[in-house]
């Protein structure tokens, strides 16, 4: 079983390949050569082992991070 998280994009690097997610508050820096749509800035991604695996819309990211949050005891956003 794998486990992506919803992360919001807040950088992306000249290229396009490579690009900072924030999950709840932490920044990762991810690959996004996956995805075969253009992001921007504020697109919302699921992630998984450091890669983004597909674009996906902001009610969807903020329902999933609910989601999260319920599990873990507290607000993910």
Do not use: W
């Not at 921007?40 to 819309?57: E, P, Q």
């Amino acid at each position: 079983m794998c486990v992506g998280f919803p992360g919001k994009i807040v950088d992306i690097d000249g290229d396009g390949d490579f690009g900072v997610v924030d999950i709840g508050g932490t920044r990762r820096q991810v690959v996004l050569m996956l995805i075969d749509e253009e992001l921007n800035l504020g697109d919302y991604v699921l992630v998984h082992a450091g890669f983004a695996i597909h674009k996906i819309d902001e009610d969807l990211a903020k329902e999933k991070l609910d989601m999260l949050g319920e599990l873990v005891g507290s607000e993910i956003h």
